[in-house]
Structure formats: structure tokens, C-alpha cells
């Protein structure tokens, strides 16, 4: 939940303790769901708890305040006598247990992803100092250091009456901030020249500390390019609050382009993964005039296995017992094309007519399909404009 | 002071304490002195968080008031309060004359006030550490000349603790009146059972790791740093302490709860003996979380996953207990004076406390909420709302018997409404600041955790005021002005210390009483 204002700080006006009332940033209440798959899960876990632990305890506050309403000697009422009950007592032991069971199972699963620290695609070695962070990118050979951005620090001071509400990003800024590409796993090597910090980035996952002697893994994969702020979360004497982390997630060109004007090799552009493919929208291939082959390849997939392969199974090889004919190498689907599209239309023997079920884009897509797939390599595509023809 | 044995002469009186009423009074009076002191310090936080910048204190120094505050609330405050509610009432409520070894409280006391005047002169010497509470290394090294005056202190106190502990121990298991049975004595004396036993496992542990701290920057021992030794090594440590010590601090509570609310809802305490268990299972548990606090290091998945399923498991026990006082109150006659008020919104509040314990039980999420506001609101709910509230209602409850006057009630009445709409100003909305992202133990802060820095920080000094009307009304009924108090002047209330005069003689159950199962707790 989001709140926007700034009545407090006028209240603090009011008590005479004078800052600017302006407005200052959100009221934010809520943990953020984050900007990674990973912090949208660990976002679920928190809400689903938060929920369970609500219910508890509005149920528990609702029957207190009944028996407070109610049970009260002012209404002359008499106390019982009761004062154990087994049965009650077994009940509201063992039923948390199932709640908490219900709970844990998820947590879990989400406790093991995170510590899949595996497979990165670009590795970043962390060292905290006090009161800096240092970045190192083994693979590129770029390394440089990350401190206090120099209008905070003025404001800190108040140096020529600089105040923190007159800087971008107060105590959230930094002079050379990490930058990462997005949709690629980052792995993080963490550890600490001197105390122990902690590097936390809210938005691209839970902190992790950087003990002197260990080095602790931690990954993320960012799904969106922005701007993440955090900052040291481990009590590490004077300028605890002054370390600020910044990670700039950019598209996969502007990452290569930063690395090699910090004067690194910047990996292949075939190394860095790309956005994961989004799912197809079959609607909108059936409704179209024309097919690309993949589109093709992808609508006529689909539209097999929902139909088709109930008879001609899966991967082509039919029932023969059952009487249904294979596709794999079978005189329809490698002869003429015509006939291939005139059998899909209209049917034969046991096989019904498709032609009122589907589009014309959804015939061609089958057919191609079947001439291309399930063993067979005909070569040619069926076309919307074929199908309409011969209906 | 009335019948009975008379006191010591002055100087030798209070030098030995030899009565416990004496000793759970010096307890009591160095508690509120401390409750003062670290309330103080929170206050300089609180100023210095009201705006973002830094304008009250430097960082350095507020981070040394940030160690000063936990170490002084939880020992000086907390702990020692607890132990003056148990040297004070517990001899009572069992039939005893007094504490097992009577002239051993002087000694075990006195520690305490030097170990807290030790601790409090750091600052002036060099600096006390800028860490913490939870004094972690390395940086704890970088503290100057002040370190071994600090290390003594708090080892100062853990002696006393152990020692403390073991005179209530021996007393609630040998000087038990005949028919006061272990199961059949008053909750409190059970939580103090459990709390003495938790009190002497881990106070050594925690003396032994402040001494390797001085042996690493003494003696070049290398435990914590350096090639061989580990920082988390430490961690493991302090925390083997520190986990139990939460217990430490909120079982008495759960006691005092327990012996208040059956007598103003004139009812017995639902399920005695699962609140027995449950108290026993908390105590065993409570050595087998401890790395719950260490989430983020970077410890094995294995060490994750079983901290995670031992700290969910440990809310069952402390549920029953709620369940337990909500079933207590059900179908009671029940009268809100000031001590039922305050031990109802104990059970409200620690609940709260609780349900955020157990969010952050939860390892990946707890990655989120670590080292944030989030765990400060939840720790302060549990200590505050919590233990504190619990002895308020205490105080509340039995000062008519050690005064012989009745507090006034107007004021209890005034001082609780402003007590806890303040507490919850101050406190809930820290959970929102931990959520939106601000760490813990910082000096100052981003603009955008301004709004409700101000409110908390505002909150704080009323809430600080609002305890003057308390002070007011404790300092009346110690001046003898108020209402005549009668023997028992609750009327649901059960225990040996309502057979008693008010105010209760100086020296009690010399020779032991004849219980009434009245008075028991569990008289079946």
C-alpha cells in the first residue's frame, strides 16, 4: 500500500522542530514486489504470511473482545468454572503445525533457487570497506570503487546550507555506480576488507553479508532496466550510513558499450542471454492473413497437439489397431498439398471436418506443421490464402 | 514495617539484603533507575532521526548510544526488574521466609551497579564500541582504550545474573512449603523455573566469548579474526547467548500475565499444566534457533533450512499460551482496573511481537526484513508492550500489598489509555520503515523515511512524558497516601501473598504456612 502526503511533517512544523514540509518521497508501507522473479516470489511468501498471521490474529482479537464486551461482572454475570479442556488444548497444538507445514513448503523451494548461486553469466566480485564498496569484474578485467555521491555528502554536512531534501536521492547515490545487463544471471562474490558489511539492494533481492576471511554467493537476474538503490545493512562503525549502493541494469548493447569505455573486454554479445521469448499469442495467429514459417511452425503445433494427435498421436505414429493411419511419411501429409488441406477441411472416413472449427490461418499452420514435423521434411508451407480458396 | 523480625541496622541492611524484600526492592529501585537512563538514550536517537542529517549527534557517538541503549535496557532494565519481581514476590508465593542463601543477594547485587556505572563511563575513556548490542567483531576491535572496562562490565553482569539466578533456582525447587507442589505453585514461580535455568546455561557462554574477545586483542589469541580464527565463530557464540536471553527477558512476563489475568477475570488460568509445558518446551527450544539471527551470513542451506523449520516450530508453544489467557478471560466475570488493562494489552501486543517473529522465521523473506526497521519494531513489541507492560500491570497489582494504600485508579486509568495509543504510534509504524527499506542501527537516513521518522520520534517523547503520571502515582502509594489497602484487595485474587497483611510484614512465613487450596494455583 502506497500513501502519498506529508501530513507528519507538517505536524513536525508545527512542534516547531523546523524542516521543510515538502513533499518527500512516498509513504511507502509495504515490502516492493521487487524487479526480479526471485523478489516477486519472496514478495508471495511475505504476503501469503502476513495474510495467515492477520486472520490469527483478527480471530483471536474478536473472540478477546467479545468475552471483554460480554464477560464482564459489571453485566452480573457469574464466572464458570471450566478451566482445561484436552481436546481444545490438542486442537489448537496441532492444527499451527499444519498452517506452519503449509507455509514452509514454499519457503523452502524459494530458500533453495536463491542458493543456486550456479551458471552466472557475468560474475562481479564485492568488497566492502569502510565506508566504500568495490567492484570487480574478473571476465572484463574492470575494477573501480563506488562511494557516497559528493551533493549527499555536502547535504550530510551542510556545506553553503545544502540540506538533504535539496539533492536527487539523498544518502541513495553514488559516484560510480555497478552496472549489470538485464535478463542475465549476476553472480555475486561477497566478502570484506575490514568489518562486516551487508550488500542489499531491496528491489533485486535480500541482503548478504560480506564477512572478512569468506566469500558468500548471491545471484539475481533483473527483468527490467532502471535504477535499483540500497545500502550497507550491517552496523560497520562511523560511516555506516554513508555507503550507499547503486545498480544501473542496462539493456545488453549499453552494458558492452560501458565495459569497453571502462577499457574491458566486453564478452560476445552472444554470451549475454536475451529476454526469454513471451509466450505466443495463438488469438491473434489465427486471426492473421499470413504466416511467417515460426509462426506457422508455433500456431500449427498448438493446434495438433489440441486436436490431431488424439488420433495420430504426438509424434505422428498414429494407432494402427485403432485404425488411425500414421502422419509420419503417410501419402497425405507428403503428398500434394491440396489434398492435404482438402482432407482437413472436409474430412474422410473416421477423420471429421475441421473446416468450421478452425481458420484458415489455423489449417495452413496444421498442415505446414505435419509436412515439416512429427518425421516429416517436405519443405513446402500451406498459406491462409490456399485454405480460403478451396473451401 | 510492622511485625516480624525488625531490619538491619542501615548501612548493614542494605549492604547484605538479606531480606528478600529488601533485595527485590534494590532490584526494583536500580531497574527504574536504568529504565530512566536508557529510555534517555533512545531519546537522543529519536532527536537525531526526527530529519534526515546529522544534527544532534555525530555518527560515532550515536552509534556508542545505540550499544549503551540495549546493553543497559536489557540488562540494567529488563533482567534486572525481572529479578527484583522474583526476589520480591516469589519467597511469598511458595511459603518460604526468604531466598535460599539469604546474605548472597548484597554480593550478587552490587555488581550489577557498578557493571552498569562501568559501562556508562566507556563513552568518557575512549569510546564505547560503536556495535551494538551484539558487540559483533571485528569491529568491536576498533574500540580504544575503553574495551577492557567494557568486557569487565559485562562480564560483571553475567556473574550476577548466574548467581542471581541460582539463589531463585534452589529456592523455588527446596524452600517450598509443605502442599506447595512444583505443579500446583503459581505460574510465575514456574517461568522463573525455566528462566533460571536459561539464565545460568547461557550467561556462561556469553562471559566466556566477552573473555575471547579481550584474549584476541590482548593476548593475540586470533579466535575471531586473523588467519585461523572466524568472525561468525563469534556470532555462533553470542547468539547460543543471545536466543536464549530473548526468553530471558519475556518468560517472567508470561508469568506475571499468567497470575493477573485469572484474578480479574475471577476465573482460574485455563490449561495450567499445558502453560507448564509450554513454558518447559520454550525453554528447551530456545537453544536450538540461535542461527536464525545469522540468515544472511552466508550459512550452509542445510543450517538455513533447519533454523528456519526449529524457529516456526517454536511459535506453537508460545501460541498455546495465547490461546490459553484469551480461554482464561472467556465466560469470566471479568473488572478492568489498571492491572488487568495492562496485561490485556500484553496479550494483544506480544501477539503482534509473535506474528512478526514468525514472518521473519521464513529464511528467504527474512533476507528482506534482516538488519531493517522491521526487526527493530518487532524486538521493541515484544520488549515493550510486552515485557514492560507486563510489569507495569505487576506493579499495579501488588503495590497495594507492599504499600498497604490503594493507587489511585483515575490515574492508572489515564496512564494506561496514554501509554498504549502512544506505544503503538511509536512502535507500528517502524514495521513500514523496515519494509520500505531502511536498515537498522543508521544515524541518518534518506528523505523518503522522513514522514514517519518524525512520527515515531514524536511518539517517543510523548510516550517518555506519559510515564511521568506512573512515577507520580507509584511515588504517592510509596508516600502512604491513598486508600487503605485490604488483605486481599482483588477480588479474584489467588496466592499465599493475599493471606498476608497490607502492607505485608517485613519478615513473612518464618515459619511455614498452612495452605488453603484456595491459594493454590492448580489446587487439584
Redesign the interface.
Known amino acids: 500500500m502506497r500513501l502519498r ?5 507538517r ?2 512544523l508545527a ?1 516547531g ?1 523546523a ?1 521543510s514540509p515538502a513533499a ?9 514486489p521487487g524487479a526480479t522473479a526471485m523478489t516477486h ?2 514478495w508471495n ?2 504476503t501469503a ?2 495474510a495467515i ?1 492477520a486472520t ?2 483478527i480471530g ?2 474478536a ?2 473482545g467479545w ?2 464486551l460480554r ?4 453485566r452480573g ?9 484436552i481436546g ?2 490438542i486442537a ?2 496441532v492444527l ?2 499444519i498452517v ?1 507445514a503449509a ?2 513448503i514454499p ?2 523451494s ?3 533457487s ?2 543456486d548461486t550456479d551458471a552466472a553469466d557475468v560474475h562481479i566480485e564485492i568488497t566492502g570497506h569502510q565506508w566504500l564498496w568495490e567492484y570487480r569484474y574478473p571476465d572484463a578485467g574492470v575494477h573501480f570503487y563506488s562511494r557516497l555521491a559528493a551533493d549527499s555528502r555536502r ?4 556545506v553553503d546550507g545544502t ?3 535539496d539533492v536527487a ?4 547515490d553514488v559516484d560510480n555506480p555497478l552496472v549489470v545487463p538485464v535478463h542475465a544471471k549476476i553472480g555475486l562474490s ?1 566478502t570484506s576488507a ?3 558489511h ?1 550488500w ?1 539492494v ?1 528491489a533485486l ?5 560480506a ?4 566469500i ?2 548471491k545471484w539475481f537476474t533483473a527483468d527490467e532496466i532502471g535504477t535499483y538503490r ?13 555507503m550507499p549502493i547503486v545498480v544501473k541494469v542496462v539493456s545488453k548493447a549499453d552494458y558492452r558499450a560501458w565495459l569497453k569505455a571502462q577499457g574491458g573486454q566486453a564478452p560476445a554479445a552472444a554470451d549475454l542471454p536475451d529476454a526469454p521469448a513471451a509466450p505466443a499469442d495463438f488469438d491473434a495467429l489465427a486471426a492473421s492473413d499470413a504466416l511467417s514459417r515460426d509462426e506457422a511452425m508455433t500456431l500449427g503445433k498448438h493446434v495438433y497437439n489440441g486436436l490431431c494427435s488424439a488420433c495420430h498421436q504426438r509424434d505422428g505414429s498414429g494407432l494402427a489397431a485403432a485404425g488411425y493411419p500414421a502422419l509420419t511419411g503417410s501419402d497425405v501429409a507428403t503428398g500434394p498439398i491440396a489434398a492435404h488441406i482438402n482432407q482437413v477441411i472436409y474430412g474422410k472416413n473416421a477423420m471429421p471436418a475441421f473446416g468450421r472449427q478452425l481458420t484458415d490461418a489455423e489449417i495452413a499452420a496444421v498442415v505446414t506443421y505435419e509436412r515439416n514435423a512429427l518425421g516429416n521434411a517436405v519443405g513446402d508451407e500451406a498459406t491462409p490464402k490456399q485454405v480460403e480458396d478451396l473451401r | 514495617m510492622k511485625a516480624g523480625a525488625s531490619p538491619a541496622r542501615g548501612g548493614r541492611r542494605w549492604l547484605w539484603l538479606a531480606n528478600h524484600k529488601d533485595a527485590g526492592t534494590a532490584y526494583l529501585v536500580l531497574a527504574a533507575i536504568m529504565f530512566l537512563v536508557g529510555s534517555s538514550l533512545s531519546l537522543v536517537i529519536r532527536s537525531e532521526l ?5 544534527q544532534v549527534v ?3 557517538v550515536y ?1 556508542q548510544i ?1 550499544t549503551l541503549h540495549g546493553l543497559i535496557m536489557i540488562f540494567g532494565g529488563i533482567m534486572a526488574a525481572f529479578v527484583g519481581f522474583a526476589n520480591m514476590m516469589l519467597p511469598v508465593m511458595i511459603g518460604a521466609h526468604g531466598l535460599w542463601a539469604r546474605r548472597a543477594s548484597g554480593p550478587v547485587f552490587w555488581m550489577l551497579p557498578v557493571a552498569f556505572a562501568a559501562l556508562l563511563v566507556t563513552p568518557f575513556i575512549g569510546g564505547a564500541p ?3 548490542w551484539t558487540m ?1 567483531p ?2 568491536i576491535m ?1 574500540t580504544g582504550p575503553a574495551l577492557p572496562v567494557f568486557i569487565a562490565a559485562v562480564c560483571l553482569t553475567t556473574i550476577s545474573g548466574f548467581f542471581s539466578s541460582a539463589n531463585i533456582l534452589v529456592t523455588l525447587l527446596r524452600k517450598r512449603a509443605p502442599g506447595m507442589a512444583m505443579l500446583r505453585m503459581p505460574l510465575f514461580a514456574w517461568t522463573w523455573v525455566v528462566t533460571a535455568f536459561l539464565i545460568m546455561a547461557v550467561m556462561p557462554v556469553l562471559a566466556g566469548t566477552m573473555l575471547m574477545l579481550g584474549a584476541d586483542r590482548y593476548l593475540g589469541t586470533g579466535f575471531f ?1 586473523g ?1 585461523d ?4 565463530l563469534y556470532q555462533h557464540l553470542f547468539w547460543t547467548f543471545g536466543h536464549p536471553e530473548v526468553y530471558i527477558m519475556v518468560l517472567p512476563a508470561f508469568g506475571l500475565v499468567s497470575t493477573i489475568i485469572p484474578s480479574f ?10 502453560m507448564v509445558y509450554a513454558t518447559l518446551s520454550i525453554g528447551l527450544l530456545s537453544f536450538i534457533v540461535w542461527s536464525h539471527h545469522m540468515f ?3 550459512q550452509p ?1 542445510a543450517a ?2 533447519f533454523f ?2 526449529s524457529t ?2 517454536i ?3 508460545t ?2 499460551k ?3 489467557w ?11 482496573e489498571t492491572p488487568m488493562l495492562f496485561a ?1 494489552a500484553f ?2 501486543m506480544f ?2 511481537g509473535g ?2 517473529g ?2 521473519s522465521s ?7 526484513y ?3 526497521y522491521f526487526v527493530v519494531a518487532h524486538f521493541h513489541y515484544v520488549l515493550v508492550p510486552g515485557s514492560l507492560f507486563a510489569m507495569m500491570a505487576a506493579l499495579y497489582y501488588w503495590m497495594p500489598k507492599w504499600t498497604g494504600v490503594m493507587y489511585s485508579e483515575g490515574l492508572g486509568q489515564v496512564h494506561f489509555w496514554w501509554s498504549v495509543i502512544t506505544i503503538n504510534v511509536l512502535f507500528f509504524p517502524m514495521h ?1 520503515l523496515g ?3 531502511m ?10 523515511f ?3 521518522n ?2 515515531i520520534s ?1 511518539a517517543a517523547g510523548l510516550f517518555f512524558a506519559g510515564q511521568l503520571i506512573f512515577v507520580f502515582n507509584m511515588g504517592r502509594s510509596l508516600a502512604r497516601r491513598g486508600a487503605q489497602a485490604s488483605a486481599r484487595p482483588w477480588e ?1 485474587a489467588r496466592g499465599l501473598e493475599w493471606t498476608l497483611a497490607s502492607p505485608w510484614p517485613y519478615d513473612t512465613f518464618a515459619t511455614p504456612p498452612r495452605i488453603e487450596a484456595r491459594e493454590l494455583a492448580k489446587p487439584d
Open positions: 502526503g506529508s501530513g507528519w511533517s505536524a513536525g512542534v522542530l524542516i518527500y518521497a512516498d509513504w511507502q508501507m509495504n515490502l516492493s516470489q519472496v511468501l511475505h504470511m502476513l498471521c490469527i490474529a483471536v482479537i473472540v478477546m468475552s471483554i464477560h464482564r461482572k459489571s454475570v457469574e464466572p464458570a468454572e471450566f478451566h482445561e479442556s481444545v488444548e489448537w497444538t499451527p503445525f506452519l507455509i514452509a519457503a523452502a524459494t530458500l533453495v536463491l542458493y547535504a550530510e554536512l551542510g540540506r538533504p531534501q536521492h539523498y544518502l541513495r561477497i575490514d568489518v562486516i551487508s542489499w531491496p533481492g535480500g541482503k548478504k553479508d564477512i572478512p576471511g569468506r558468500n554467493k540500497g545500502q550497507c545493512a550491517e552496523l560497520c562503525g562511523r560511516g555506516h550510513a554513508f | 526526527f530529519a534526515p542529517g546529522i555525530d555518527p560515532a552509534n545505540v560503536q556495535t551494538g559483533y571485528p569491529l576498533q579474526g588467519p580464527g572466524s568472525a561468525l477475570a475471577r476465573k482460574r488460568l485455563f490449561g495450567y499444566t499445558s544472511t551470513t552466508g542451506l538455513e533450512m528456519m523449520f516456526m516450530i511459535s506453537v508453544p501460541g498455546v495465547v490461546f490459553n484469551v480461554a482464561t478471560m472467556w465466560r469470566g466475570a471479568m473488572t478492568f490485556t496479550v494483544v501477539m503482534i506474528f512478526s514468525l514472518m521464513l529464511a528467504p523473506v527474512d533476507f528482506q534482516h538488519d531493517t513500514f519494509l520500505a527499506g536498515p537498522r542501527r543508521i544515524a541518518d537516513y534518506s528523505t523518503q522522513t514522514d514517519f518524525q512520527m514524536i479474584g
